[in-house]
């Protein structure tokens, strides 16, 4: 099997590393060879976060060149926005219409762009999700990540992993249920 490419990108505190560890996690039970590497800025201060998942036959490096992603996952806008550039011509990009201010835009040096979403739209393969609405639907905004791993397993054809296994050995008891649920929520959405 050829190398696929997966770039999640987001803010800290929004459960990024948390997706890409499950998805990490996922592939390699199903007996894919599987690299992850991280790439965090000030994320403890709402800085950008950054997770690379490549999986195939035989992986030989964790670094996903520009222009080469098979798919980038946006937590956040802007996100999506900065990291168009890893796509590769037939990728696909998955956002999530919410916007987290940037320390600059916080501390009023500049303003958060407009038209982030109407950009991203002319220049990739892109769906937009409200997955942080549908997380507040299902009563927790923290597993917003999870519907967005759910886009991401729809998308790359994984739904035959057992990650509903997945979900159960890697997350806290008490949010077993609400994951298995954000997760096919994610998958049902795109």
Known sequence: METKNIVLVGVGGQGTITAAKLLTTGL??????????????????????????????????????????????????????????????????VVNDTEISPLSVVIGTSTYPDGILEEIKSKSDCRVMQASKMADDLGNNKVTNVILLGSVIKLMGLAEIDWESIISKNVKKQFIDLNIKALKAGMDAV
């Open 28 to 93: 390699m039970e199903a007996g894919y060879d599987v690299k992850m590497s991280e790439i965090h800025g000030m994320s403890q201060r709402g800085g950008s976060v950054s997770s690379l998942v490549r999986y195939g036959d035989a992986v030989q490096s964790p670094v996903i060149e520009t222009g080469s992603a098979d798919i980038v996952v946006a937590f956040e806008k802007l996100e999506g926005l900065r990291s168009l550039e890893y796509l590769k011509p037939t990728g696909k990009l």
